[in-house]
């Protein structure tokens, strides 16, 4: 059984920054692909970024490529998305997912385990 915490969502205004982390527990963290995918209210569950387990590939969604950054720590079980330059339409539920595949794929039914989500809020 593999559990995923997410945290670091909150309100911010258009142009801030946030960072959000993802701590996994249960399996060895560095067997994962892990990846970032976010739902907007009344909208399909999209992905955000994708990273291997030894960030080489790292993949980003058109809409945030050039703000986001993703990255991870395998000493200590966290992802992290870097979020810059933040619009009022990144505002949603970003969730954190693990591929047992240990790929970076920008597909969710790659994903076996997910996260509750965090809430991410950009006031224009």
């Known amino acids: 059984q593999v559990n995923l915490v997410e945290s670091g969502g909150d309100l911010v205004q258009a142009g801030g920054s946030l960072r959000l982390s993802c701590t996994v527990s249960?399996?060895?963290?560095?067997?994962?692909?892990m990846g970032w995918f976010r739902q907007a209210p009344g909208k399909e569950r999209t992905f955000v970024a994708s990273?291997?387990?030894?960030?080489?590939?790292?993949y980003y969604g058109d809409s945030v490529q050039g703000r986001f950054t993703i990255s991870r720590d395998n000493a200590k079980n966290t992802v992290y998305l870097q979020m810059n330059s933040l619009k009022p339409e990144d505002t949603a539920v970003y969730y954190c997912?693990?591929?047992?595949?240990?790929?970076?794929?920008?597909?969710?039914?790659?994903?076996?385990?997910w996260g509750q989500g965090t809430k991410v809020t950009v006031s224009s």
């Open positions: 249960g399996r060895p963290f560095r067997r994962y692909g």
């Open positions: 997912a693990a591929s047992r595949a240990n790929s970076a794929s920008v597909n969710a039914r790659d994903y076996n385990d």
């Open positions: 990273i291997n387990w030894n960030s080489i590939r790292k």
